[in-house]
């Protein structure tokens, strides 16, 4: 795979004057066919070797209001993440806090009402991060795991987990091995429980049905009958989790 930087108004667009330039990266591979690919701040089109200059620019040119509107839904998502510092918001259990970092020689989190509390001494934004991530994991293990445990059991594959995994992941919430692992990214815990249980479902099921079947969805749809929503909801709202 190869990558060159151009900028899409160098491809000509006719009436370019009332629109923005936006950095367009172009990623050449053995693919056969063209695609975009957009974050917040750039959009990558991915293509075959052989792909003119020509052809690049009409697929941009083509797509064009795809790609503006792209941009924008990404750059809301990208200021929407979480930031771990003082008075910033934060999306916990589907309700909206405030971060409040508190002076106290005992380090902990706690919610009260609508604030995020994050107490600790002299705290900085790195160690109100590390709090944070201690204080999910801690509830990952509390919960997620005991959960998993007995939904297996109920299925009656409990035999089936080595173990279960805790682990904050780029972009997956949960997965499972063939060899019975099961891993959660702890992340999750920032959602309310329904999605939770959701996604301990889903990996857990795997456990009997190693794919994405009909009989998989079915056996979800047995154990956490408003499934649909709950993906709705994920994604909708879990570019807020990451931090
Ligand atoms: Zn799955």
Not at 12 to 32: D, H, I, Q, T, W
Not at 78 to 84: A, N, P, T, V
Not at 159 to 177: D, F, P, Y
Not at 187 to 208: G, K, N, Q, R, T
Request: a positive charge.
């Amino acid at each position: 795979m190869s990558r060159s930087k151009v900028v899409a108004l160098n491809f000509g667009a006719g009436n370019s004057k009332l629109r923005k330039a936006f950095p367009c990266e172009v990623e050449r591979s053995k693919r056969k066919t063209l695609a975009l690919h957009v974050t917040h701040k750039k959009v990558v089109v991915r293509c075959p070797y052989q792909a003119s200059r020509a052809e690049l620019a009409e697929f941009v040119n083509d797509n064009r209001d795809w790609i503006e509107r792209r941009l924008l839904e990404e750059s809301q998502r990208y200021r929407q993440s979480l930031r771990i510092e003082r008075n910033a918001k934060i999306f916990y259990r589907a309700r909206e806090l405030t971060i409040e970092f508190k002076e106290g020689r005992k380090e902990r989190v706690l919610v009260n009402g609508d604030r995020f509390i994050i107490q600790g001494h002299k705290l900085t934004n790195a160690r109100a991060r590390v709090l944070v991530e201690d204080y999910l994991i801690d509830k990952a293990s509390n919960y997620i795991v005991p959960r998993a445990k007995g939904l297996a059991r109920y299925l009656g594959v409990d035999h089936k987990i080595t173990e279960v995994r805790l682990r904050k992941t780029k972009t997956k919430w949960g997965h499972c091995t063939s060899t019975g692992v099961l891993q959660y990214n702890w992340l999750i815990m920032l959602a309310p429980c329904s999605i939770i249980d959701y996604m301990i479902s889903h990996e857990v099921c795997h456990l009997v049905h190693m794919d994405h079947s009909h009989r998989f969805w079915n056996l979800v749809e047995s154990v956490c009958p408003d499934y649909e929503h709950y993906i709705e909801w994920l994604q909708a709202h879990e570019h807020r989790f990451w931090f």
